[in-house]
């Protein structure tokens, strides 16, 4: 199977999906419902998301599984269908993107904290790890393991997939702005220090996403280079920060908007672009357009 970052050593730029679990609530997704379930009961619509970023122009599409493992679909009663879900999740992407594009596993946090003993190191070993295999007997390309704000429980997800896959390993944190500067993820972990651990930890390539548009990612990415010269960054940002008015959560960033952002990004280091919070098929259109312009300019 074709590597992706095999393709990025090649000097090429890539475009990443944008936004799933708001794409899902379109679509009749509703408050409690599992949305991993719907790599079952909906492929159809699944699928349907995986193509929009497709035509929009993505070179990668992720798979309909961030909260896959045991510990997040055992609330739905349903810890016993990881394998189920996650094949399936990753086979309803990897049709979508076919031969000649890419496929990204999702895995997000478990939700569990190690610090407040919530959970064992095994036992996160153990929930990665199953996931991870199901996403690559689904025909996924690489593990992308996103979102995560503890280091510890990224080094984990790093090392079961690394151990018992032949995926590709990518891992992204999510950092916030701190008053003076700097980024720092909720549990006080800095782009560097990330950088650093996750290396180390044998991932392929890492990165960051949500919690920030496109502006605000430039920072970080240039953190990381600060650090490490040749890993290879992805950067999944939101569409702005979010807005919230009346219960209703909004992100103010147009597709011009974060289109306008992505030469920055990449002058600052990334490789790979795309979307999280708020995006959508014609936010990540934009996108390609411009990482389009750019790569023909190299």
């Not at 393709?7 to 991993?36: H, I, M």
């Not at 798979?63 to 739905?76: A, I, Q, R």
């Not at 007997?137 to 503890?150: H, K, L």
Request: glycine share 10%; charged share 25%; proline share 4%.
């Amino acid at each position: 199977m074709k590597k992706i970052i095999s393709e990025l050593q090649k000097g090429r730029l890539l475009v990443s999906d944008g936004a799933w679990g708001t794409f899902l609530q379109q679509k009749g997704l509703k408050p409690g419902e599992c949305p991993e379930s719907w790599n079952i009961s909906r492929p159809h619509d699944v699928l349907s998301i995986a193509h929009s970023y497709i035509d929009a122009g993505a070179d990668l599409v992720e798979t309909n599984s961030f909260g896959g493992s045991m510990f997040k679909l055992e609330k739905f009663g349903m810890a016993d269908k990881v394998r189920e879900f996650n094949k399936a999740a990753a086979e309803i992407s990897r049709k979508a993107a076919g031969p000649d594009r890419f496929v990204l596993g999702s895995i997000g946090p478990t939700g569990k904290l190690l610090l407040m003993e919530e959970v064992t190191e095994k036992e996160l070993y153990e929930a990665f790890k199953e996931q991870s295999m199901a996403l690559e007997e689904g025909g996924v390309n690489a593990i992308m393991i996103e979102t995560m704000t503890d280091l510890d429980e990224a080094r984990i997800a790093v090392k079961a997939a690394r151990e018992n896959t032949e995926c590709e390993v990518f891992c992204t944190m999510t950092f916030d702005k701190i008053i003076g500067g700097g980024y720092r993820t909720m549990m006080g972990i800095s782009p560097s220090e990330m950088a650093e651990a996750l290396v180390d930890a044998g991932a392929d390539l890492i990165g960051t996403n949500c919690g920030n548009g496109m502006e605000d990612m430039v920072g970080m990415v240039r953190e990381i280079r600060a650090i490490n010269k040749f890993i290879p960054i992805l950067v999944h940002a939101n569409a702005g920060r979010p807005l919230y008015h009346d219960g209703v959560t909004t992100f103010p960033e147009t597709p011009e908007d974060m289109a306008g952002r992505v030469k920055a990004v990449i002058d600052a280091g990334a490789n790979i672009v795309g979307g999280c919070c708020g995006t959508t098929p014609e936010h990540i259109r934009k996108i390609a357009d411009v990482v389009k312009s750019l790569s023909n300019h190299k």
